[in-house]
């Protein structure tokens, strides 16, 4: 299976849904996309977006990337958007604060990117984003696409717990969440991100600190789970006691992706 979408200015576009699950039962393909922002979109992008028929956009952007690269949907889009702007500001930007005052070292890139994978499931604004995010997966009678900046840290968790709920193999999870370093994509983004970092650091990063910084490594993913496993015993607890993902919902869940 394909399952990255080419588009000419919205990178990392795939279909996240098509694996075997541990009841025998199979998720469903064309009900589960992830992406980066569409705020470069072109109009042959926004066409061949339209044509998946979404019911749920969930924008998982700070209130601050929201309003610098604002999101372009097709004029026939009339579904459902989940976001928030919650815990903070506008002018608020952690990744930007960090690049700044780091070495620019690909261990600096990697240790920063550890601790957020530690601390992403439990942020105020998370948790509201992907509670909402599973609720409205229940319900949706169309496909659901999730997004950030770059479609692999944030999206990266919300994917993989979308995964494990429904029983995807822990190594079929790493496959999918490793797709990001798609070699296309990381040529393609890697000198674009080099330029940004030197033009707001005066510093020019190594081509492996780079690296780092756009793709995905498999101890993230685990680095996730763990902090989960360590605050609330596992995946299913976290899902029900942070998320309210219940028994109930996730028979809900159930029915909608699984054939």
């Known amino acids: 299976m394909t399952r990255h979408i080419r588009l000419e200015a919205v ?21 589960l996309y992830r992406s980066a922002s569409h705020g470069r979109a072109t109009d042959a992008d926004l066409a061949v977006i339209d044509a998946l028929n979404l019911a749920v956009i969930v924008d998982l952007r700070r209130p601050g990337e929201r309003e610098r690269d604002p999101p372009r949907r097709s004029p026939g889009f009339n579904g459902q958007v989940i976001q928030n702007d919650i815990g903070e500001s506008a002018d608020e930007d952690p990744w930007w604060t ?7 070292s690909e261990a600096a890139f990697r240790g920063y990117l550890l601790n957020y994978y530690r601390e992403a499931p439990f942020k105020q604004r998370h948790v509201d984003l992907f ?13 659901v696409l999730i997004h950030c900046a770059a479609g692999k840290d944030r999206t990266g968790v919300l994917a993989a717990l979308t995964h494990r709920l429904v029983g995807v193999h822990d190594d079929d999870i790493a496959e999918d969440y490793l797709l990001t370093n798609n070699a296309e994509r990381m040529a393609a983004r890697g000198p674009m991100v080099a330029q940004m970092i030197a033009q707001e ?3 020019t990063p190594t081509d492996a600190a780079v690296r780092a910084a756009i793709g995905v490594e498999p101890e993230y993913l685990v680095e996730a789970f763990r902090a989960i496993d360590a605050e609330h015993g596992s995946t299913e607890f976290y899902l029900e006691r942070v998320l309210g993902v219940d028994a109930g919902l996730r028979d809900r869940l159930e029915a909608r992706l699984l054939g």
Do not use: M
């Open 98 to 104: 960090f690049v700044k005052t780091c070495d620019l």
């Open 131 to 143: 509670s909402r995010y599973f609720r409205a997966l229940a319900e949706a009678d169309g496909p």
């Open 11 to 31: 990178e990392n576009f795939r279909d996240f849904g098509d694996y075997a699950t541990a009841s025998g039962k199979h998720l469903q393909r064309g009900r």
């Open 201 to 203: 650091t005066g510093r």
